[in-house]
């Protein structure tokens, strides 16, 4: 499916003027490099004459890039794809970033968009140190980001350290990050004692008597304990 225009145009809206905009966005104009713009010939090739200014208002094409930061770029990329309404085009956009920039996209207010980079990073079977990173350095700080990257490192088995960095997470009025929190550090940290007198830390001074965690605590604490004393 085509995008529409007003998507592609919204790509453009950085540039020097609506009207240069305008003509990226219908391949009047095209960018071939990160500095480089150009007026295309259409005799079926692709040969192109190279623009230094913008015929429109003047300014100079190279200048104009210079002042173009990533972030900028970035950030037009996550509007773009707020209003994309097609998986594949979201996933041909998403496709194309470094794992790096993925996690930014994690913060979207789009679920679809975060359900679709999350599958990117299982698809590249991306490190277990490198998801958790994400979450404590702060690059991912959305509800629903978290949540994602928890159910994605829960299938897998985590050194120790990781425990108190998922552990954090516990301490949440939202239940559905307490949920995932909870999964993993049952799932990930198989007979581990820490895990233990951690859980019953958090049931005791954090849960709510009888609250969803405190259940799952008391579940889990009555479980290991019975496998313990009756093997
Ligand atoms: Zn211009």
Not at 69 to 80: C, D, M, Q, R, W
Not at 118 to 128: A, H, K, P, Y
Request: charged share 20%; aromatic share 10%; net charge positive.
């Amino acid at each position: 499916m085509m995008l529409d225009n007003k998507i592609k145009i919204k790509m453009y809206t950085k540039q020097c003027c609506e009207t240069m905009s305008y003509h990226l966005a219908e391949g009047l104009i095209k960018k071939y490099t990160s500095i480089c713009y150009g007026i295309p010939i259409m005799d079926g090739g692709d040969s192109y004459i190279q623009i230094f200014f913008c015929p429109w208002c003047g300014k100079e094409v190279e200048k104009l890039n210079k002042c173009q930061k990533k972030s900028v770029i970035l950030k037009s990329n996550i509007e773009f794809l707020d209003m994309a309404t097609d998986d594949l085009n979201i996933k041909q956009v998403l496709k194309n970033r470094q794992t790096k920039f993925l996690f930014a996209f994690l913060n979207n207010t789009n679920k679809r968009i975060i359900n679709i980079a999350c599958g990117i990073l299982l698809e590249r079977n991306v490190s277990s140190e490198c998801l958790i990173n994400a979450i404590a350095q702060k690059k991912v700080t959305s509800i629903y980001g978290k949540t994602s990257l928890l159910n994605l490192l829960s299938m897998r088995l985590l050194p120790v350290e990781y425990l108190p960095i998922i552990a954090k997470m516990l301490y949440t009025s939202n239940k559905n990050l307490m949920r995932s929190a909870f999964t993993c550090v049952t799932n990930c940290f198989k007979d581990n004692k820490e895990v233990e007198q951690m859980l019953k830390a958090w049931r005791d001074d954090y849960c709510p008597h009888n609250s969803t965690g405190y259940q799952l605590a008391n579940n889990y604490l009555a479980s290991s304990y019975g496998a313990k004393t009756h093997p």
